[in-house]
């Protein structure tokens, strides 16, 4: 995610159909987006200034949705928007953020499921692999919500498990960064589950939106034309997967999932975040991406500088060179402040990222 103190320097003078901004701050405590600590989440004050320039009655696409923060303001813009990620967890999150829904009527919802789930008689037991993460009251509160979720809405769910992960760090004594996540810290605290549920889904929930409602798929992108029409998509604006295989279902959302009983390893399967094979399974997306897209569509890809084995890759470098479209538009900020600012240090590394805009209309293929 991009980080306070950002520097613009265009690389290529091809005149963009869109403005990049500069932020000062990227995370907005009053928004939707706080509802789940997701790993590589963008920001939504940067999604947010480049959507406001695109045109409202537009389709959008983001091939990589993550937990939905691109297709959540673009719908806040009018725009039809489409998500497709292959992360069930991701998915759910993204779902809720953008499903359409009654604020009272929710937290209504909400308020009868606590008083059900207080008085459930068998409650399941939290299996071992997350349940050394919580003080024992915690989690029996947390399997009392997750056994009667089932038809909860999606909002709920994106409450109850973005939830879970403030639970997990309040009982660790509140000493978690960025980079300790995990890290056990006895004695465990008890934390009010039902408090810390009460609290996020209704800080969030005047945040929910009326529509027009977007659509997320939980779909593998290398195939994404199976669930995209051909030729439907005017802008794709996404931040891929990275290519130092980042795990997406590792950090809190290993405790979530451990909780939830899925698979974290068929997961992982359906995601592109092997170092080796990245080139060829990104290239892979990318054709299929081509598929959705049209001669005009705007391609919009936020990618990032990372070390992998000791040595500097440039997201750019990588993403001109495999992408089937020519003459990106290229902005590279450099960034400063960042969780890793020790790594950074230690490793010398400068933390940049790099915007890539593909203007089909003057551009066009390979
Ligand atoms: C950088 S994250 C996107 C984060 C998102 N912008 C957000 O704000 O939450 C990249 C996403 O690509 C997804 N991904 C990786 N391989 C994929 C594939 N083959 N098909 C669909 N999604 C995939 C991961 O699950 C991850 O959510």
């Given at each position: 995610m991009q980080e306070p103190g950002v520097n613009n320097s265009s690389i290529c003078d091809s005149t963009p159909r869109i403005t990049l901004g500069h932020f000062?701050?990227?995370?907005?405590?009053?928004?939707?987006?706080?509802?789940y600590p997701y790993r590589g989440k963008m920001s939504a004050i940067d999604a947010a200034y480049v959507i406001s320039q695109l045109p409202s009655n537009a389709t959008l696409l983001d091939p990589f949705c993550g937990t939905g923060t691109i297709v959540y303001e673009a719908q806040s813009h009018g725009m039809k928007a489409v998500g497709v990620d292959n992360n069930p967890l991701a998915c759910i999150i993204a779902k809720g953020k953008i499903e359409y829904g009654n604020q009272e009527s929710v937290l209504s919802i909400l308020d009868t499921a606590i008083q059900n789930a207080s008085l459930l008689e068998e409650v399941p037991m939290m299996p071992d692999s997350a349940s050394r993460y919580f003080h024992p009251e915690t989690a029996n509160q947390i399997m009392r919500m997750v056994s009667i979720s089932?038809?909860?809405p999606s909002y709920l769910l994106a409450s109850l498990y973005g939830s879970i992960c403030v639970a997990t760090r309040a009982c660790n004594g509140?000493?978690?960064?960025s980079t300790s996540v995990g890290r056990i810290n006895k004695p465990l605290r008890p934390v009010d589950f039902y408090s810390t549920l009460l609290k996020k889904a209704r800080k969030h929930s005047e945040f929910i939106n009326a529509g027009p409602l977007a659509t997320i798929h939980k779909h593998d992108t290398r195939r994404i034309h199976e669930v995209v029409p051909d030729g439907s998509v005017d802008v794709v604006y996404t931040s891929p997967p990275y290519?130092?295989?980042?795990?997406?279902?590792?950090?809190?959302s290993k405790i979530v999932l451990e909780i939830l009983g899925l698979d974290r390893t068929s997961i992982r399967e359906g995601l592109i975040q092997s170092f080796s094979s990245y080139k060829e399974d990104m290239q892979s997306a990318l054709a299929a991406i081509d598929r959705v897209v049209h001669d005009e569509s705007l391609i919009i890809f936020v990618v990032g500088n990372r070390m992998v084995h000791r040595k500097l890759i440039k997201g750019s470098d990588i993403f001109t060179e495999i992408a089937?479209?020519?003459?990106p538009y290229v902005v590279e900020r450099e960034y400063t402040k960042t969780a890793s600012g020790l790594w950074d240090t230690i490793n010398a590394t400068k933390r940049k990222e790099q915007i890539l805009v593909w203007d089909l209309a003057s551009g066009g293929r390979k």
């Open positions: 000062d701050k990227v995370s907005n405590p009053k928004s939707i987006h706080g509802i089932s038809d909860f509140w000493l978690w960064t290519f130092d295989a980042l795990d997406y279902t590792g950090y809190y089937p479209w020519i003459n």
